[in-house]
């Protein structure tokens, strides 16, 4: 998605000191905002793969799962119409998936000069808290027209690819959950 950029979880830090405020959305929302244009054309081959008339199986992981990834889940299941509470909450649960796995992802980041120490902060930054979702679902509305006008502008689908889809989506064809 980034090929030009190392998106790891220290240059996230560098990049998006506002993910680690405790009580606010905000640097989330900018990050997520960053990822929906920077990640397009990732999204798009995704989109299109999905959208083909019987999609081969195909698995979706990145570092953590909940930035890159998780806009992508969330984009994926508002076009199948799942209802934004659900989706915050879905996004909420990364937390108890990544649980085992936070201590090392705190420790990585305690190390960056940039972080400056502060420990309240990086937990913010590596937690998925149901608000930086329902946020970032108001930020795709608002700032991309929401996830159809999305996929057709920034990805360049045609509405007939938009509507397959969809049309998968709600089928139950193409989302296993693991």
Sequence with gaps: ????????PEQVALRYKEYTRSGSSAGFVKAYHDILVAGASAYGTIFRHLAAAKPSPCLVHCTAGKDR???????????????TDEIAKEYGLT??????????????LMKNPAIGGNAEGVQNMISSKEENMRDTITMIENDFGGPEDYMRQYCRMSD???GR????????ALIEMR
Excluded at 1 to 8: I, L, T
Excluded at 69 to 83: D, E, H, K, N, S
Excluded at 165 to 172: A, E, K, Q
């Design 69 to 83: 990834t998780g806009v992508l889940v969330a984009l994926l299941f508002l076009l199948a119409g799942a209802p």
């Design 165 to 172: 889809m969809r049309r998968n989506l709600r089928d139950g």
């Design 160 to 162: 007939e690819e938009i």
């Design 95 to 108: 937390d108890l998936g990544l649980a085992e796995l936070k201590p090392l992802f705190a420790e990585r």
């Design 1 to 8: 998605m980034f090929a030009e950029q190392d998106y790891g």
